[in-house]
């Protein structure tokens, strides 16, 4: 039975705001990938957020489907196909060596690790068990995400300039993340909940440090990263994860 039901009607209302507010922010590239189109370029744009951001989803999708929770499936496909668009137009875009490098990546996390994780849960654990396992693996990529936005405000620390981390954005990931931690709380799922106390403590935290370095004088020696971490936040945006990792940090021709 789907777990979205009157009989619980403060978790769905959750849920429901958790699903509307998760969408908003995984939108939150389009306009990178409408200039990307615009340009017919991927310039210094790197594809592993986006990569990050569908093996989040399928792995919550995975989870969702275990637990038949219609919030966390709703949310976590429309995240897969959104980032699924993302890597396509990335792929069509990018230069030779970008596109091996992220063709690499899809075969190793969203195919190879994905599929592991799914066919080893599948074949050695039952019931309970298995969607424990599953659910505190969510949990866990779930945690790691949230690594990304120390970067972020280390930069706005060392720039003294919130130029790329928008105040909106941070406002809605920590109203995003409330919801989450909220609906888990309200079914005692705490493979849902324990991920969004990490999104809430860092959403809180990026909206003091723009309220302190809001007016403050900006570093002109900085460097300029484009508009990828007002976006590093916004793609595994889903039950577990509000975070995503920056784009242009380590470009794909680094790391080739």
């Known amino acids: 039975m789907l777990v979205i039901t009157i009989e619980n009607p403060l978790a769905t209302a959750a849920g429901l705001a958790g699903n509307i507010l998760s969408f908003l922010v995984v939108l939150a590239p389009m306009p990178t990938f409408y ?25 919550w999708i995975y989870y969702g489907a275990l637990t038949m929770d219609f ?13 699924t668009a993302y890597l396509i137009l990335f792929l069509i875009y990018a230069p030779a060596k970008p596109r091996a490098f992220t063709l690499k990546l899809v075969s190793l996390f969203n195919v190879g690790a994905y599929g592991s994780v799914v066919l080893f849960t599948m074949l050695f654990l039952r019931g309970g068990r298995r969607t424990n396992i599953a659910g505190w693996i969510c949990a866990s990529f779930a945690f790691s995400c949230f690594v990304a936005p120390l970067s972020i405000i280390k930069q706005v620390i060392r720039t003294k300039s919130v130029e790329y981390m928008p105040i909106s954005l941070s406002f809605f990931l920590t109203v995003s993340a409330i919801a989450w931690l909220s609906y888990g709380l309200l079914l005692g799922d705490l493979h849902v909940a324990l991920p969004n106390v990490v999104g809430f403590l860092f959403g809180v935290a990026q909206i003091i440090i723009y309220l302190v370095y809001k007016n403050a004088k900006k570093d002109d020696t ?16 889903t039950s577990g994860s509000d975070i995503e990792l920056p784009e242009k940090l380590s470009t794909p021709q680094a790391e080739v």
């Open 71 to 83: 919030l966390l499936l709703s949310i976590n496909v429309g995240a897969s196909l959104i980032e």
């Open 35 to 59: 200039k990307i189109y615009k340009k017919k370029s991927t310039e210094e744009f790197g594809s592993v957020p986006y990569m990050v951001g569908l093996f989040s989803a399928m792995m």
């Open 222 to 237: 900085k460097t300029k990263l484009g508009n990828q971490p007002a976006e590093a936040m916004a793609t595994a945006v």
